[in-house]
């Protein structure tokens, strides 16, 4: 349930957004991504739950696995499309993790 | 709606959770640490959702505010409630956001 991360440091990608009204076609982006991401090298795992904000905490190897994932030409393609009709409003946080603990 | 943080650098709290049934005191203690974690310094955002995964990210200013936070006495309380009684699983991870950028 939760990303199996391994020992820090590891970076996670925080996007926090809030969707637009306009959902055409979301929900099947969701899921290839979902399948994509988990190809990539130096993906470790992801995190998500939505409520007034959607909150998807995605975690890598380091910055460079981040930035390849970005440059994705089908991902390239569903960041246009969160751009322009998905997403009313989102932010990025790219941040390294230097510690972690669980119960 | 979302958490309006400063330029980076800064940090995040990743507090992912799922919960037991027993839920009982779970809402009003919530609400009682949103309202005290915005009077700490270097606090300087929430961003929370929950659906399968509950997911917290929390921003401060360094890491030495988190630390305090994290020693505060109520706040000390309901670790030890989140502990015992709330929740069946958490992980908390501790990140410096490096980048940020928005739509």
Redesign the interface.
């Known amino acids: ?3 199996n ?1 391994p020992e ?1 440091p590891y970076y ?1 990608v ?1 996007f ?1 957004s ?1 969707k637009n009204d306009q959902d055409e076609g979301y929900g099947a982006m969701s899921e290839k991504m979902l399948k994509l991401v988990q190809q990539q090298k130096g993906f470790l795992g992801v ?9 998807t ?1 995605s975690y890598w190897k380091d ?1 460079a696995s981040i930035q390849t994932w970005k440059a994705n030409l089908e991902h390239l393609k569903a960041q246009e499309k969160g ?1 322009s009709a998905w ?1 009313k ?15």
Chains 1, 2 share one sequence.
């Open positions: 349930m939760f990303a991360t820090p996670a925080i926090t809030i995190e998500s739950a939505r409520e007034e904000v959607g909150i905490v910055r751009k997403y409003d989102y932010k990025i946080r790219i941040a390294k993790v230097e510690r972690d603990y669980e119960k």
